[in-house]
Structure formats: C-alpha cells, structure tokens
Nanobody, 124 residues
Framework: QVQLVESGGGLVQAGGSLRLSCAAT????????AGWFRRTPGKEREFVAA????????YYADSVKGRFTISRDNVKNTVYLQMNSLKPDDTAVYYC?????????????????WGQGTQVTVSS
C-alpha cells in the first residue's frame, strides 16, 4: 500500500505561484508513476500533469502547459507540482495519484493510489 499526502495548497492572487507537494508513506514512491489531477464542484476529475517513475517523462494538460511543472525527488519520496502564473480557472482541489507502469496516463482510472486532496484558490 502507498499512502499519499498532499500539502501546499492555499489562497493566492491571480498571477501568483504555489508549489504542491505529495509525500508518500508505506512504500517507496520511486517505482511508481505519478500524476496530479484536479476537481472543481460539479465537474469530473481533470488531468493536470504526470511524471514517469524515473522522472524522465513529463506530461501536461494543454491548459497548464508552460505554467505548471511536475517533478519528483525519489530520495525524499515526494512528487511536486510547481504552479506559476495562476489563474482563477485553476481554482480546484488538487489530488496526487500514483500507480505502476502507467507512464503519462491522462486517465484517473489508471491510478490506483490517491491522496485526500489540497485546496487551491486563485482570486482575481
């Protein structure tokens, strides 16, 4: 079992930045592909970014490409999402997810382990 805990969410003005962290416990995250998703009320969970288990491959939704950066530190057992130039449309609960052998998947059903989520609110 892999337990994932997100942190780093909060309230920020449009144009600002936040860095989300996803810390894993239970097992090492280094052999798992990982991703970030987000959900707003009334909408389905939306893919944001993904990273392969070694960090060699990164994948982004068009809506965040050029503004968000996913990375990982396998020594610290943590995956990050650096979010720059934030917009009010980025307001959502952000979830970290992980699974094996799904590198770059955009589909939430492919991910076996999920965190509880962290709220990001971007004010205009």
């Amino acid at each position: 079992q892999v337990q994932l805990v997100e942190s780093g969410g909060g309230l920020v003005q449009a144009g600002g930045s936040l860095r989300l962290s996803c810390a894993a416990t239970g097992r090492t995250l280094s052999s798992y592909d990982a991703g970030w998703f987000r959900r707003t009320p009334g909408k389905e969970r939306e893919f944001v970014a993904a990273i392969s288990w070694r960090g060699a491959g990164t994948y982004y939704a068009d809506s965040v490409k050029g503004r968000f950066t996913i990375s990982r530190d396998n020594v610290k057992n943590t995956v990050y999402l650096q979010m720059n130039s934030l917009k009010p449309d980025d307001t959502a609960v952000y979830y970290c997810a992980a699974s094996r052998s799904i590198s770059g998947s955009y589909y939430s059903d492919d991910y076996r382990y999920w965190g509880q989520g962290t709220q990001v609110t971007v004010s205009s």
